[in-house]
């Protein structure tokens, strides 16, 4: 395979070997639930990010009321935090989860009185995929429908409600050696996942927020990037200012700079924590199965880029995840194919590698 490339037939060496793509892809989990309004008609829409808070916030009317719901996803306490007001009563509120990448046979629907749960693999093999698990807790007690798995809430006493969301899968990074057989599986994830939406459940939301906040706007505010608004574009709808920006090349609009500037910080604190794995080649965002590229690590520039601002704007303690996941991902089978391809010491990568120990 390596003549063929040196001697500059790299068609006929892509031809003969294994290579496929989408190989490793991340996949995603869906989730959902529904307000029993989709009758009333739905005005005054607005949704946005608060970059000092990471906190998203969605508002709307009906003829019933305001509703506001602001979704935060905590480190302290490994979970995602959905927090739904309104001056009206809620009514019906239904939360269920749908998998809408996987095939019905991998995965399994469920739900308790106060709780749906999804929980499936990624494939049935050989090999056997990863093993994953998520559940969604609400505040309010609900009826539990088994055999769709959806949680039905009737709220009509309450004008709020938390759901509180956590995951797991039983990848461990840890267990990509020769010793453990390169098999990269952990402890089945069913009882953290059980145990981190139990306890946020059993906080109350303003000290999951509070927690949140410091944990979240340290980091965030350990740099600032100062830029005039030239162009008077605080409160114009992002869109409209990507537009105009995009119009109007000469001028620029530095305000728009310093707005996506703010939100690669945003991103990076939230994809690059000591025990995650690094910020990927589209982050955890993609929705589907086979996404581009594989969603995975590039080491021709991509995985660099992700970090190129991370030291110099006070965020270096958070690149600890990519330094773990070159030693345990890359150099145990990096040197392998060190010595198979090359004859040598060490460890080498190339390329494209997964989080699967993939350096060849």
């Given amino acids: 395979m390596r003549s063929l490339v ?24 869906n989730e959902a639930y529904t307000l029993g309004n989709g009758k009333l008609g739905v005005s005054d829409y607005t949704r946005s990010l608060d970059l000092g808070t990471g906190i998203h916030t969605t508002t709307y ?38 998998q809408l990448v996987e095939e019905s046979s991998l995965w399994n629907a469920t739900c308790d009185s106060d709780f749906a749960r999804l929980r499936g693999v990624t494939q049935e093999g050989p090999p056997r995929g990863m093993t994953y698990d998520t559940i969604a807790r609400s505040s309010i007690p609900g009826r539990c429908d088994s055999s769709t798995g959806k949680l ?62 410091e944990d979240y706007s340290g980091l965030m505010s350990a740099f600032t990037l100062d830029l005039p608004d030239t162009q008077d574009s605080n409160g114009t709808e ?30 990076f604190i939230s994809s690059s924590r000591a025990n995650s794995l690094p910020p990927n080649l589209q982050g955890v965002w993609s929705p589907t199965k086979n996404a581009a590229w594989s969603g995975d690590y590039h080491a021709n520039i991509n995985l660099q880029m992700n970090l190129w601002g991370a030291e110099a704007t006070g965020l270096g303690e958070l690149t600890v995840a990519v330094f773990n996941y070159m030693e345990q991902n890359w150099m145990p089978r990096g040197a392998e194919t060190a010595e198979l391809l090359y004859g040598g010491a060490g460890w080498v990568t190339h390329d494209e590698m997964n989080i699967f120990g993939h350096t060849g």
């Fill in 238 to 267: 992002l869109s409209t200012l990507i537009t105009n920006y995009n119009a109007n090349k000469t001028d620029g609009d530095p305000y728009l700079e310093k707005l996506l500037f703010d939100y690669g910080r945003h991103l």
């Fill in 152 to 213: 039905a809430i009737n709220a009509r006493n309450s004008s709020s409600l938390t759901i509180v969301i956590g995951a797991g899968t039983d990848f461990d990074g840890t267990k990509g050696t020769a010793a453990t057989d390169y098999t990269f599986k952990g402890e089945d994830p069913a009882e953290y996942v059980e145990k981190i939406t139990s306890s946020a459940l059993s906080q109350s939301e303003s000290k999951l927020r509070t927690e949140h906040i």
């Fill in 6 to 29: 040196l001697l500059g037939m790299s068609s006929l060496a892509t031809a003969n070997s294994l290579w496929s793509s989408k190989a490793a892809s991340w996949d995603t989990t």
């Fill in 61 to 98: 009317s009906t003829g019933k009321g305001k509703y506001t719901t602001d979704v935060y996803c905590s480190y302290p306490a490994q979970v995602c935090i959905y927090k739904l007001n309104s001056t009206a009563t809620l009514s019906k509120v239904t939360i269920y989860f749908d």
